[in-house]
């Protein structure tokens, strides 16, 4: 199992940046895919980015390519979220998700491949 710790987060103007983070305990943290998802209010949870198990391979949604960042540091147990030029429109309460994942280069990016969650973190951008 993995217990995942998130941090950071907060209000910011838009355009503005934050950094996500997301420490995991428990064994084998090398052994899971992960993810970044959130959820709007009054909406249901999205995909945001992801990694395979191998970081071969990341991606993510249309809506925040090219200004969100996933990134992953295997010797630290923690998975990062690096988001610039924040909009309103990604305003939301960010989770961080992890799945055991076999050897290869899938990534998951629905709500239901995800087994292990953080607690949550909000994110608030001001027009």
């Known amino acids: 199992q993995v217990q995942l710790v998130q941090s950071g987060g907060g209000l910011v103007q838009a355009g503005g940046s934050l950094r996500l983070s997301c420490a995991a305990s428990?064994?084998?943290?090398?052994?899971?895919?992960l993810g970044w998802l959130r959820q709007a209010p009054g909406k249901e949870r999205e995909f945001v980015a992801a990694?395979?198990?191998?970081?071969?391979?990341?991606y993510y949604a249309d809506s925040v390519k090219g200004r969100l960042t996933i990134s992953r540091d295997n010797d630290k147990n923690t998975v990062y979220l690096q988001m610039n030029s924040l909009k309103p429109e990604d305003m939301a309460v960010y989770y961080c998700?992890?799945?055991?994942?076999?050897?290869?280069?899938?990534?998951?990016?629905?709500?239901?491949?995800?087994?292990?969650w953080g607690q949550g973190t909000k994110v608030t951008v001001s027009s």
């Open positions: 998700a992890a799945r055991f994942a076999g050897a290869g280069s899938r990534v998951y990016t629905e709500v239901a491949d995800y087994g292990y």
């Open positions: 990694f395979s198990r191998s970081c071969g391979t990341t």
């Open positions: 428990g064994r084998a943290f090398s052994s899971y895919a």
